[in-house]
């Protein structure tokens, strides 16, 4: 059965992932079960993306439930869902609105034409560059690859959107030298995550921050992959006292569910008006009904400190680890976003892993990143930092 759905996947799936040889049949929990039956503990979640776990009943009850009630709707009218999910996220964030879409990327599309658009409405239509920084991830869509620092992202695709310059993360001086007149906006993920798990260092946020102060621009947090507790916190710039005018979110805000959402300062939001921008599908009642079921249980039962105390005990037995094995060269990362810096490529300890029953994942060839539900337990993480102790004592 494996083989015949492979197969038909490699004829009919345009070929834009490199797949593992799994074919993934329902999860519960932090596991996962393939269809021969052989189970998984899932410490990538769907990347940062199931913090809730797999099959979560109140996810499952609050999706049934709204599909019975109200699937969809135009964003023509006012729906219950929405408004409660948009007046969480503003309670719990320095935002005064959201605005609902469907993935990060689209999240990113609307940061970009928020920022460009706060400058053309004061008939400043020179003053649209962004500066970003290298090694960034932020979509796949044009104006998010476009302004994604990494070159291989990009590649191919040429002529990317013009107005994106990029910076170095951490170096302030670059940064000051980029924020020229004409830049309405520096974008950047708080700590960066597909470019290899990167923090960023002592201060360097607070004087991000002062430099857009100094200039007018904006700053935009992408916190796509760091938001919704998956660093300990709500959001990954609580940790370091500075707050963004936009910030995007889309992975753990529906658990699973495909959402995306942008929130912004009131002043910054205020540029967004009847026919700037939309999306059919965004906010939709069934999705923000999921997502709203989510962050409640996240709330309830205090599910952000669970995984803040699991992170600080995995990082702990990383940091075992890496006493004991001289090819791991660093353990990065904060909360439940955590990797191992290797000195040699990781992919085979990723299939290694899978053989013993375990979903990690390898980014920038030599991180091994790990990103597990938040309610993952300290003998699921034993069971994975075994399993590591092993396949490292290989090699
Ligand atoms: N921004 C960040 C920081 C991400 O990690 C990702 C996805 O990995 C994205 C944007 C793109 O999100 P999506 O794949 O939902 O478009």
Redesign the pocket.
């Known amino acids: 059965m494996k083989n015949e759905i492979i197969e038909k996947a490699n004829k009919v799936i345009a070929n834009t992932y490199s797949r593992f040889p799994i074919v993934i049949k329902e999860g519960r929990g932090c596991v996962v079960e393939d269809v021969d039956g052989k189970k998984y503990i899932d410490f990538i979640a769907g990347?940062?993306v199931c913090n809730l776990g797999h099959a979560h009943p109140a996810v499952r009850d609050a999706l049934s439930d709204q599909a019975g009630t109200l699937l969809h709707v135009s964003n023509l009218y006012y729906t219950i869902p929405q408004v409660e999910l948009a007046t969480w996220l503003v309670e719990k964030s320095f935002a005064d609105r959201v605005f609902f879409c469907n993935?990060?990327?689209?999240?990113?599309e609307a940061a970009i034409k928020l920022a460009r658009k706060n400058f053309t409405d004061k008939g400043d239509d020179n003053r649209f560059r962004i500066v970003t920084m290298e090694n960034?991830?932020?979509?796949?869509?044009m104006a998010?690859m476009s302004a994604t620092g990494q070159e291989k992202v990009r590649a191919g695709y040429e002529p990317v959107l013009v107005g994106f310059d990029f910076v170095p993360f951490n170096n302030l001086e670059a940064l000051k030298k980029a924020v020229k007149p004409d830049v309405c906006a520096v974008m950047l993920?708080p700590i960066?995550?597909?470019g290899g798990l990167v923090m960023p260092e002592p201060g360097f946020l607070k004087e991000v921050r002062e430099i857009c102060d100094e200039t007018g621009a904006l700053l935009i947090f992408?916190?796509?992959?760091?938001g919704i507790g998956r660093t300990g916190k709500l959001f990954a710039y609580e940790h370091f006292g500075v707050t963004p005018d936009i910030m995007?979110l889309?992975?753990a805000l529906g658990n699973g569910m495909?959402i995306?959402a942008m929130l912004a300062s009131e002043r910054a939001a205020t540029s967004f008006s009847p026919g700037s921008h939309a999306s059919t599908f965004g906010g939709t009642p069934v999705i923000t009904a999921a997502s709203l079921a989510t962050l409640k249980v996240m709330d309830n039962e205090g599910i952000i400190e669970q995984g803040r105390e699991a992170g600080n005990y995995f990082r702990n037995k990383l940091l075992m680890l890496k006493e004991k094995h001289d090819i791991i060269e660093d353990v990065r990362g904060i909360g439940l976003l955590l990797g191992i810096k290797l000195s040699q490529p990781g992919a085979d300890m990723v299939s290694a892993c899978m053989e013993k029953g375990f979903l990690i994942n390898c980014i920038q060839e030599n991180v091994l990143r790990f990103a597990p539900p938040l309610i993952i337990k300290t003998e699921e993480i034993d069971a994975l930092t075994d399993c590591l102790d092993e396949v490292l004592g290989e090699k």
């Open positions: 990347i940062a993935s990060g990327a689209e999240a990113n960034s991830f932020h979509g796949r869509t998010a993920e960066q995550g597909e992408d916190e796509i992959q760091t995007t889309a992975k495909p995306g």
